[in-house]
């Protein structure tokens, strides 16, 4: 017996749905155990999902000086430390400069965490974003640009000195 999901052109087995349940109820049982690890140190924004359907919290440090949006995924238990960072500074009382991104990619980590970075400097009425293209950052060039530019940065390239930089204003 076959049993057809909400999608005419993919038909699941029933224990192929049956392991979905397990994996969701695992899930969402970390998530409320993580959930309150990671409420006692730092403000949680929100809960997304991921392009690949798993289930992640995102949580701010912003002590004025810096601004770190941080990601923790919920099919593991939370250890006290990220999965995947945004790592700012504030540069002056209207931009946010992002120093390093940290994590594994290509999870759609890099667009959560992006989209609450401009959402929160939008509630700080921070009116730039801004960031850097190192020499480091050479080996991924054409990943970052294309990155950036799907979040509306502008992104400026000097490829003689391997060095570039990123500007986002929600104005412009």
């Given at each position: 017996m076959?049993?057809a999901t ?9 224990e ?18 993580n959930?309150k ?16 359907e798993?289930?992640?919290i ?21 250890r006290?430390?990220?999965d ?18 940290k ?5 759609g ?7 609450y970075l401009k ?6 009425n921070v ?28 992104v ?17």
């Amino acid at each position: 017996m076959v049993l057809a999901t909400l999608t005419t052109d993919e038909v699941k087995e029933p224990e192929e749905l049956q392991k979905e349940l397990n994996d969701l109820e695992f899930q969402m049982f970390r998530m409320q155990e993580n959930l309150k690890q990671i409420a006692k140190r730092w403000q949680v924004l929100g809960i997304e999902q991921t392009k690949e359907e798993k289930w992640v919290i995102v949580y701010i440090l912003d002590d004025g000086a810096q601004c770190k949006i941080m990601l923790n995924e919920c099919d593991s238990a939370f250890r006290g430390v990220w999965d995947f960072s945004i790592q700012a500074t504030y540069a002056d009382d209207h931009t946010i400069h992002i120093g390093d991104i940290k994590g594994e990619e290509n999870k759609g980590y890099g667009s959560i965490c992006m989209n609450y970075l401009k959402n929160h400097a939008m509630d700080q009425n921070v009116q730039y974003i801004t960031g850097d293209i190192a020499q480091r950052d050479w080996g991924h060039l054409d990943r970052l640009i294309h990155f950036y530019e799907k979040h509306h940065f502008d992104v400026e390239v000097d490829h003689q000195d391997k060095s570039g930089d990123l500007i986002w204003n929600p104005a412009s």
